[in-house]
Structure formats: C-alpha cells, structure tokens
C-alpha cells in the first residue's frame, strides 16, 4: 500500500476498532491492540500451557467489527495466536477476522457469555488469511462508510421512520449487515430492493435495541469515562426506577438516563449494597409522634443510617434522627408514650433555606452548561 492509501485504510479501520490497517503484503500481520478494541479483554491464563491430544478440538475467540465477536473452532493442525488474521465459516461463504483470545481463557468467557455450544457445534475457522482474502477485505471495509451514507439517503427518500446506525460488509464481499433501530415495524422491502441494485451484494437488515446500539457505536459516558458497555459489558440487565429510589437519587429522567435514552446500568452496581444496608431501616410510612407535633419522613441517608424527619406544621426545618433512635420513638408511641420534641434526639439540623440555595446553584450551574436555555 502505498503512504496515501495505507492512511486513508488506518482512518477507515479505526472505526471498526482497530488501531490500523494490515499491510496486505504480510497475511500475519499481527494488528490486534488492546487499547484500540471494543469489548477487549485480556488473556491472564496466556502463559499456561494445558496438555494437548491429536483429537481435541481448540476453540478461539474471533472479532470482527467493533463488539461483533463470536467463538470458532479449529484443529490441532492449524495453529494460531491472537492478533492473527483468519478465515473462518459464514452463513454462506466466509468471513475474515482478527484472534482476540485462544486458549484456556476461551471456556472461561463461553461461560461467562452463557455460550453452551460444543466444539463441533461452532462454526470452523478454515486457515490463516491469504494475501488475496486480506486485500478483498481491506477493500470491502473501504465501502463502508460510503454504503451507509447512501443507505441513510434512501431511507430519507423513502420516509422510513428508522435510524441506520452501522454496517459491516462479509469479509468475501459478498453480503453486508445493516443494523438499524426503530420504535415499529418497518416495511424495508423497497429499501432492500434499491439497496441491492446499489450494491450488488446481498443485504440483511438487523434490528437492535437503543443499548446494543450505543454499545456497538461508543461514546463517553457522563461519568467522563468511556461507554462500559462498550469497553466490558458482555450482556445487558434490566435497570427499573426502584433501583433508583433504593439508592435515593435524584427522579431526574435527565440524570439518570444514558447516552442511549434508557436508564443508566451503573445504577445496579451499587444496588444491593443499598438494598442490604436498607434493610435496617424502619418503615419510612411511619409517623413520629411528639408532643411538640408530628413529623413525617422526607429522605435517607443510608450508609450514615440517618433519616430526616420534619413536623407537619413545620416543613422548612428538617431534623437527622439515627435509625436506632427512630426505631426507639416509634417503639414508645406503640405504647402511648410521646416525647417532648424530636430536637431531642436529633444528630444534626438543616433548614429548607439551604436546599433552595443548592437548588438555585444546581439551577445556575445548568444554565451556564446550556447556554440556549437562557431566557
């Protein structure tokens, strides 16, 4: 490749995860970094060398374009090592990929991935990538970015109410994924249909949902690290509003939502710590009754096992009363006996002048962040 061409090819595989092209002239080429890959992981079993027999079946881990990774098998006679590029089966035809994980480590992720397939169940890795199937494949992924910005015109033309989000051309250059999101149904026959004629390839349209999409394009979290699942998250789980209001947050839609729309995965990491530490709590229903007044929970301070109380008739100062201390009073009122006054028990006060000041700083803050909401 010459210094032009072989630029404009590390341009175009940085988009797929990869730091740059392969020089076509070396098949081996080892182009497999972990700082560039989606998904990458790491091989800490990679210098432990287990028995090998003539009649077992090795299994690799494979990666094709950004989080598209999936597990082939291969024979004692072919051997390979990560960062090579191999040709393994397809639906029909093959596909080029890149070793990410061979090795004891590969049952490992199989198991963490949910994967129970045997060996001879899994689609083969046929040989290393020739000169010829590295050339045809640099020369595929080159069509990418230029195919998905005329889909994206013909699904305008068309008034198609979807969003076209990536496409990943076969290694062969015979078929083209497109993956796409949508609210509905979508009938794309007509789309297809001048897809084809366009490209003369085989098309498949796949639906994904708004995480696997997010995950599969990238981007920086608001926590200013990158999308984790799009670095290490292999599967997604439901995320509700209780896990939120388990942990006290803010019901701000805005705060809580991701960069796909949907609410936040890191909300279950601290999720059972908070559900185990709620455990102590006292129902927050339960009225305090003194004969200074009643008062009514407002919030939680879990891991400082704090709930604050404030009297009906009294709203703007709030009171921080320990748990075991609520339990103590609740306890005594069970049995008719009042208190003189909740300050008693007490660990600290805080007045609702203070959470209006925050509330206008916070006000201000965000102002100054979105400079067009600006009256």
Not at 37 to 57: A, F, H, M, V
Not at 263 to 275: D, G, I, Q, R
Request: glycine share 6%; with cysteine; net charge positive.
């Amino acid at each position: 490749m010459n210094e032009e061409n072989k630029g404009k090819g590390s341009d175009t595989f940085l988009t797929r995860g990869c730091c740059r092209a392969p020089r076509v002239f070396n098949p081996k080429d080892p182009i497999y970094q972990h700082q560039c890959c989606k998904l990458d992981t790491n091989n800490w079993l990679k210098d432990y060398e287990s028995p090998k027999s003539n009649n077992q079946i090795f299994i690799a881990e494979v990666r094709f374009k950004n989080d598209h990774k999936d597990f082939f098998s291969y024979t004692h006679e072919l051997e390979v090592n990560e960062g090579e590029i191999v040709a393994v089966e397809a639906a029909s035809g093959h596909d080029i990929g890149i070793i990410s994980l061979v090795g004891n480590i590969v049952e490992l992720q199989m198991k963490r991935k949910g994967i129970k397939q045997k060996p001879d169940e899994l689609r083969k890795i046929y040989r290393h990538a020739k000169l010829s199937d590295v050339e045809k494949w640099v020369s595929s992924i080159e069509l990418e970015q230029q195919a998905l910005n005329k889909t994206r015109e013909m699904v305008y033309d068309l008034r198609l109410d979807m969003k076209l989000n990536d496409v990943q051309f076969q290694g062969d250059k015979t078929k083209a994924v497109f993956y796409y999101t949508a609210e509905d149904r979508v009938d794309f026959r007509e789309l297809i249909k001048r897809m084809a004629e366009e490209f003369r390839i085989r098309i498949e349209m796949r639906q994904i949902g708004m995480r696997q999409e997010a995950a599969k394009l990238g981007g920086i979290g608001s926590c200013g690290r990158e999308l984790c699942c799009s670095s290490w998250m292999a599967d997604f789980q439901s995320v509700s509003t209780n896990v939120a209001r388990i942990q006290q947050l803010s019901p701000n839609p805005q705060k809580l939502a991701g960069l796909c729309g949907k609410l936040k995965c890191c909300l279950n990491y601290e999720y059972h710590s908070y559900a185990d530490a709620i455990k102590e709590f006292p129902d927050d229903r339960t009225v305090l009754k003194t004969k200074k007044g009643d008062a009514q929970h407002l919030k939680s301070d879990v891991f400082k096992g704090l709930m604050w109380y404030a009297y009906v008739n009294d709203r703007s100062n709030l009171l921080a009363i320990p748990i075991d201390k609520v339990k103590l009073i609740a306890e005594e009122n069970r049995k008719g006996i009042f208190p003189e006054k909740l300050e008693d028990f007490a660990f600290m006060k805080e007045t609702q002048a203070d959470e209006i000041r925050v509330n206008q700083l916070e006000g201000d803050l965000n102002r100054f962040d979105n400079p067009k909401k600006k009256k």
